[in-house]
């Protein structure tokens, strides 16, 4: 199947930082691509769906100007994370879609101390 | 809107034991996709079926086997033989035409030696 990089798998940062997290897709390319946010024992609610040379569509409920998201290419978004709070901390991964198959990164764990 | 249901949130059988994961789903489109995924304890999501709304044959891989019954929106999903490695949390989720993968609450399974 198709290939999904996340960078990084862990990260922790001090409150009031931003953090940047990238998804690529490597072997095709993805109009298409999806933010999730998963807090422990939770399951994945979707965040934003990111649209190549477009803005983000964010879901009810996410700050967009919290969380910026970037499209920049057909293998390539970013989910900035400005200002962090500890209440950020979460896992955070995204899809980039292919047809109708969503093929998911590695996921990036986002602590704030 | 979809919406995916899991009723179980947490499985606990002894190795070699059969385990059922129930997922009912609901949407009003005509087509659509189903997936199962897994999600081990490092936390990445690991893809293990995708079935389409016109395809009802139940699917069977290894230990794994899927039934999907349209007429009761089932997509049940089962382990035979169970093994200490399939101790994971497992979404059920579905795409509609808005290529939106929505995810049930996750079952977790827990295998005992």
């Known amino acids: 199947g198709a290939v999904v990089s996340q960078h990084p798998s862990r990260v922790i940062c001090k409150s009031g930082t931003s953090v940047k997290i990238e998804c690529r897709s490597l072997?095709?390319?993805?109009?298409?691509m999806f933010w999730y946010r998963q807090f422990p024992k939770q399951s994945l609610m979707l965040m934003a769906t990111?649209?190549?040379?477009?803005?983000?569509?964010?879901e009810q409920g996410v700050e967009k100007d919290k969380f910026l998201i970037n499209h920049a290419s057909l293998t390539l978004s970013t989910l900035t994370v400005t200002s962090a709070h500890p209440e950020d901390s979460s896992f955070y991964i995204c899809?980039?879609?292919?047809?109708?198959?969503?093929?998911f990164g590695q996921g990036t764990r986002l602590t704030v101390v | 809107a979809q919406k995916v249901t899991q009723a179980q949130t947490e499985i606990s059988v002894v190795e070699k034991e059969d385990v059922t994961l129930d997922c009912v789903y609901e949407?009003?489109?005509?087509?659509?996709?189903l997936f199962w995924y897994k999600q081990p304890p490092s936390g990445e999501l690991v893809f293990l079926i995708r079935?389409?709304?016109?395809?009802?044959q139940n699917e069977i891989s290894g230990r794994y086997s899927w039934n999907f019954q349209k007429s009761t929106s089932s997509f049940n999903f089962t382990i035979t033989a169970s093994q200490v490695v399939d101790s994971a949390v497992y979404f059920c989720?579905?795409?509609?035409?808005?290529?939106?993968?929505?995810f049930g609450a996750g079952t977790t399974v827990t295998v005992r030696a």
């Open positions: 899809s980039a879609r292919e047809g109708r198959q969503a093929f």
């Open positions: 072997d095709f390319q993805a109009t298409t």
């Open positions: 990111s649209n190549e040379g477009s803005k983000a569509t964010y």
């Open positions: 949407t009003r489109d005509t087509t659509y996709y």
């Open positions: 079935r389409n709304s016109f395809d009802e």
């Open positions: 989720a579905l795409i509609g035409n808005d290529y939106k993968l929505s």
